[in-house]
Antibody
Framework: QVQLVESGGGVVQPGKSLRLSCAASGFMFSRNAMHWVRQAPGKGLEWVAVISSDERNKYYADSVKGQFTISRDNSKNTLYLQMNSLGIDDTAVYYC???????????????WGQGTTVTVSS | DIQMTQSPSTLSASLGDRVTITCRASQSISSWLAWYQQKPGKAPKLLIYKASSLKTGVPSRFSGSGSGTEFTLTIGSLQADDFATYYCQHYNSYPYTFGQGTWLEIK
């Protein structure tokens, strides 16, 4: 079945780096733009970044621009989020999500992973 | 950046009630709006896309309307499974911002 599975979360000290992965299965991964969305404890959803299906285009939230890098390996059906210089404010559950796009219309983020927790703490 | 403002932040309702949640965009986003439902400890679930189109498999008691800057999500007759947090999100341009969420609780 269509599935996204995140990994790579954990406890990390402020200023350190972490790379998250999102393994896709059950669909043609290379055809979809992919997003990262995060949710700090007890807070709402925050869109983080997007990468186009062909990796050419990447966009970031202002809060992570220059700090996070989104990438993908279509041969491995995997999405990544490289997070550098982590701060307390980056503590959150990080979700990857598929953008459903067909015939010129975006149908929203229709498939989500279960999330991976990143805790930044000394 | 486009800001999304939801109201109310919390909504108390009873089983069988009809409820409406409002989402306002800081500038026109045409119909590029989605609604998501999230339950505690779970990933968000897409309900509505393009402001008023129901995702396949989502119960018909959910409906969306609006365009431009004003949007609504209506739940026709609340079921026990509907008590959750709801978010709107625009996808008119990057960044794709979310509203702050509306927590729908049992009265």
């Amino acid at each position: 079945q269509v599935q996204l599975v995140e990994s790579g979360g954990g406890v990390v000290q402020p200023g350190k780096s972490l790379r998250l992965s999102c393994a896709a299965s059950g669909f043609m991964f290379s055809r979809n733009a992919m997003h990262w969305v995060r949710q700090a404890p007890g807070k709402g959803l925050e869109w983080v970044a997007v990468i186009s299906s062909d990796e050419r285009n990447k966009y970031y939230a202002d809060s992570v621009k220059g700090q996070f890098t989104i990438s993908r390996d279509n041969s491995k059906n995997t999405l990544y989020l490289q997070m550098n210089s982590l701060g307390i404010d980056d503590t959150a559950v990080y979700y990857c999500a598929r953008e459903d796009y067909r015939s010129g219309t975006i149908y929203g983020m229709d498939v989500w992973g279960q999330g991976t927790t990143v805790t930044v703490s000394s | 950046d486009i800001q999304m403002t939801q109201s109310p932040s919390t909504l108390s309702a009873s089983l069988g009630d009809r409820v409406t949640i409002t989402c306002r965009a800081s500038q026109s986003i045409s119909s590029w709006l989605a609604w998501y439902q999230q339950k505690p400890g779970k990933a968000p679930k897409l309900l509505i896309y393009k402001a008023s189109s129901l995702k396949t498999g989502v119960p018909s008691r959910f409906s969306g309307s609006g365009s431009g800057t004003e949007f609504t999500l209506t739940i026709g007759s609340l079921q026990a499974d509907d008590f959750a947090t709801y978010y709107c999100q625009h996808y008119n341009s990057y960044p794709y911002t979310f509203g702050q969420g509306t927590w729908l609780e049992i009265k």
